[in-house]
Structures are given as C-alpha cells and as structure tokens.
C-alpha cells in the first residue's frame, strides 16, 4: 500500500523514477483504489473513494462502501489529497510548432495531460489564451458564450497551470475576472474541446482513467467578483472544490493518462 502526504501512516517504497503503470505488454495497471480523496465531482461530490481499472474510471463513492465493494483492489491512501482532471495546454507552442516530447515529463510533473500544438487565437471554435503573457475580456467572452481554452505559448514562466487560472481569476482586470472553476474549465476541459474530444469537466463514472492527484491543500469555491466572494465547502452545493491559489500552487503527486501513470512522487519519503 502507498500513502500520500496527508495519511496517516509513513509511505510505501515505491521506484523512485517516473514511469508508466503498463507490464511488457502494455497492457494497464491492475485494478487500483484510491481513498481518503476529495473528488473534483459535480455529480458525486461527496465521493471519498475511486476505483480505476482498465483505463477507466469505475467506480466512486464512500470509503466504507469501496473496502467492501473493492476491496481485492491495490489501494492506494490519498487522505486529503484532491483529484482532479488534468490541465491541456491548449497552445504549447508560440508559433504553431509540435511541442518538444522532451517536454512531456516536465509537462506531466505539472499536472498536464496534453499538450496540443498551435499558438493562441480561435481554434475549433474556442477562443485559446495565453493568461499569464496575455490579456483577455475573459467575463464578456463567457457572456456571450464563448468556449475558453487556456495555455502557455510556450514560455517557460507560464509553466505552472495553476498560474492560468490566476491569470483569469485573480490578476486580470477586476471586471474581466471570472470565478476560479469558470478558470480550471478553461485550462482543462476547454483544451479538450479544442482536440476534439467530449470532456464533462468533472471526475464521473465510465471516463477515461485521466487524472491528477494533488497534495493536500485548503480547498475553497470562490465567485469570480471580489465584491461577490463566496467561500463554501459544503458538497451539497454540488460545486466542485479547487485549491485555494492564494498560498501558492499545490505539487501534483501522480499524474495519471488513460489509466497509465505518467508522473509519479509517491517514493519521496516524507514529502
């Protein structure tokens, strides 16, 4: 058993290089519970247990009611740690170029899934943005309905994903500020639509087993108007809780990639 920083006991031995969970095959990993999470979850937001197995998401739902459903599973206690979708830099490059696959390693340490080439501007429909180099009548463009996708243009001081949905949220101009999930949907799902695929921006059921699980972290829903904040961890609201970006950006412990683990600290001892 591997545990997270935030459990409750010492973590397991696990390599300490970053890797794929696939044998000589290829095949995935086998069937692996996680539990103690908060799950980032419209739908199931009161879920402290998910069940990956072939490349997909399962099963979540209460701890008590994992161990005896899945309990032949490999388990894995994440107490506190948040699991979210992953971010898509939806323009990795400033100047439309394939992003360098060198890069993937970094990408995925980061809590990024896919990277898709083509500098920033419409694409697909989807207005893609730059947040930390530029700037952007983010609330208007989501008035009138715009789709928002974020990404880097490929400079190294807007690595950090999480420093997106800053730019949106809370650096722009106070009256183009839109709420941080309305920001996180953008530098994840939004990428997504931009590569054509159909993402719910949530964790659910039957979804491919793409995923990252964050360090332990206060967590907050917060009101894109800073003369409107709104502060709740009720899950009744059903409103997926994000971390509260105010004390910094949280440290993506594994990165997971249609069931394949891509990124990996679960061997730093102590962490």
Excluded at 61 to 88: I, K, N, Q, S, W
Excluded at 94 to 114: F, T
Excluded at 219 to 238: G, I, K, Q, Y
């Amino acid at each position: 058993m591997s545990v997270l920083p935030g459990g409750r006991e010492k973590l397991g031995h696990v390599p300490t290089n970053d890797f794929t969970a696939t044998d000589a095959h290829g095949a995935t990993a086998p069937a692996t519970l996680y539990t103690g999470i908060v799950l980032y979850s419209a739908k199931d937001p009161e879920a402290s247990a998910m069940l990956v197995a072939d490349g997909l998401i399962a099963w979540t739902g209460p701890e008590d009611t994992a161990e005896m459903l899945h309990g032949d599973a490999e388990r894995v206690d994440a107490t506190g740690c948040l699991v979210t979708p992953g971010f898509v830099d939806a323009a990795a490059s400033a100047d439309g170029s394939a992003p360098a696959p060198s890069e993937e390693a970094r990408a995925a340490s980061l809590g990024i899934v896919l990277r898709l080439p083509g500098p920033t501007g419409t694409r697909e429909g989807v207005r893609v943005v730059a947040p930390v180099s530029e700037s952007a009548d983010y609330l208007d463009l989501l008035a009138d309905g715009t789709p928002l996708a974020f990404g880097s243009a490929g400079d190294p001081a807007a690595k950090d994903p999480w420093d997106w949905v800053r730019g949106a949220a809370r650096t722009s101009p106070a009256a183009q500020r839109i709420s941080d999930r309305a920001a996180f949907l953008a530098a994840s799902r939004g990428g997504q639509r931009v590569a054509g695929h159909r993402h719910p921006g949530t964790l659910r059921t039957g979804l491919e087993a793409t995923f990252v699980v964050w360090e332990p972290w206060d967590l907050t829903v917060r009101s894109h108007a800073e003369r409107v904040e709104h502060w709740s961890t009720d899950p009744r609201s059903r409103t997926p809780l994000l971390p509260d970006l105010d004390q910094g950006s949280p440290r993506a412990l594994r990165t997971v990639v249609d069931g394949r683990i891509v990124h990996d600290r679960l061997a730093q001892d102590g962490a």
